[in-house]
């Protein structure tokens, strides 16, 4: 039996959403090919507090962060941040010629952060290794992700060195490049996968604060970074002394600036109804037990409401992307969530509202639309057919 490897490559800048995404990946296709072993090209600083699967294993490459002006800085090394670009770049080229993967998957960024990827993307056009690019449902509004790949060089090279574009979604969210300046043989290359099913994972972890007390409210930001204003609004409407349908259980992400979140789990001690804490490496299980959830919209928190069928208030930020505002719109427009206008003044009784009308709204139930959360099906499946195992 050949042994078959992937490299996947995620530059992880700030927050969860491209690790978790990839993890999801590596771990579905490790259970599905059990001559396939997986490498994980990574930045997260938190990288160890997850657990991997047999044949998944990761390459921590030095950090960095994105400053609120949009620059970045090495996180960790007290070193320019061009000496830790050129490592970044170095330690991905090198451990891609070592590691020879059968295929290359990219997360998002098309030649990496600040262009890291393209020298091993243009090494391995003379290789026999596929190349892929792995695209959010939405990545930006189109005039927006136009200039940005414009000022980073994408086009052209976008089309040149990758074989395939896979969209983790489905038609109906829309085409996350739509209305681009590219070639034609771009749209003729894409997959749309549909949402990328999550599920309870089968060992629960073991964690330092009791089981929460059922039924709770859910309310995460993800990484928790970008988080504060969402979990000021809702803690201000426990704080109200509002009637709310259900205790709140606040999951303030590990990412959340140290200051904020100590202001923030003292505001929570003065409270009943609420408990807080800061990390899960199974918000999975979180929300599966959870009676509604309160979310900022990224890709993988929409992605585990839509797989465990939870009712969600979306509080989406509009800056400096607007993914988040664009996805919850459409998923609104198709009765999926409810959304608040996070860049209103936010007021305490809007939120206390949009509470109370949680329990009356129905479950996404997108489980009866065919197709809506095959993502992990159909990339086994592509997968398979580029390693030659099922036929095309």
Not at 104 to 112: I, Q, S
Not at 128 to 144: I, K
Not at 232 to 247: F, H, K, M, N, Q
């Amino acid at each position: 039996m050949k042994t078959r490897r992937l490299l996947i490559y995620s530059h992880d800048s700030f927050g969860l959403g491209h690790l978790r995404r990839c993890r999801t990946l590596a771990h579905a296709l490790v259970d599905a090919y059990k001559d396939l072993t997986v490498l994980i090209l990574t930045g997260s600083p938190i990288i160890g507090r997850f657990d991997f699967k047999a044949r998944v294993d990761f390459v921590r490459i030095p950090g960095v962060i994105k400053l609120h002006n949009g620059d970045y800085t090495s996180l960790a090394l007290h070193i320019d941040l061009a000496d830790t670009l050129a490592l970044r770049e170095s330690i991905i080229l090198h451990t891609t010629k070592v590691f020879a993967p059968d295929l290359f998957l990219v997360d998002k960024e098309p030649l990496g952060l600040k262009g890291e990827v393209h020298a091993t993307l243009r090494m391995l056009r003379d290789k026999p290794t596929r190349t892929v690019l792995g695209l959010r449902d939405v990545m930006d509004a189109p005039e927006l992700l136009a200039d940005e790949w414009r000022a980073k060089g994408v086009f052209g090279e976008l089309e040149a060195l990758y074989d395939e574009y896979w969209v983790y979604g489905p038609r109906a969210m829309g085409n996350p490049l739509r209305d681009l300046p590219l070639d034609p043989s771009v749209e003729e290359r894409m997959r749309f996968t549909g949402y990328l099913r999550r599920d309870i994972p089968a060992v629960a972890n073991a964690v330092d604060y009791p089981p929460p007390e059922r039924p709770y409210l859910l309310v995460t930001p993800g990484g928790g970074g970008d988080g504060i204003e969402m979990i000021d609004w809702v803690l201000r409407a426990y704080e109200s002394g509002a009637t709310l349908p259900w205790r709140g259980l606040f999951v303030l992400g590990p990412f959340m600036p140290q200051a904020e979140r100590a202001q923030f789990m003292q505001r929570a001690e003065k409270l009943d109804q609420v408990d807080m804490i800061t990390f899960d490496a199974q918000l999975e299980r979180l929300m599966a037990n959870a009676s509604g959830v309160v979310a900022m919209g990224g890709y993988n928190t929409f992605c585990e409401i839509l797989s465990l069928n939870r009712p969600a208030l979306i509080l989406p930020r509009s800056h400096p992307r607007r993914e988040q505002l664009i996805r919850a719109r459409n998923a609104a427009r198709l009765d999926l969530v409810s959304i608040l206008d996070s860049d209103g003044p936010r007021s305490t009784e809007d939120m206390v509202a949009a509470l109370q009308r949680l329990p009356q709204q129905p479950p996404p139930s997108v489980h009866e639309q065919p197709g809506w959360l095959d993502g992990l099906d159909q990339v086994i499946r592509r997968v398979g057919q580029l390693f030659g195992e099922i036929s095309p």
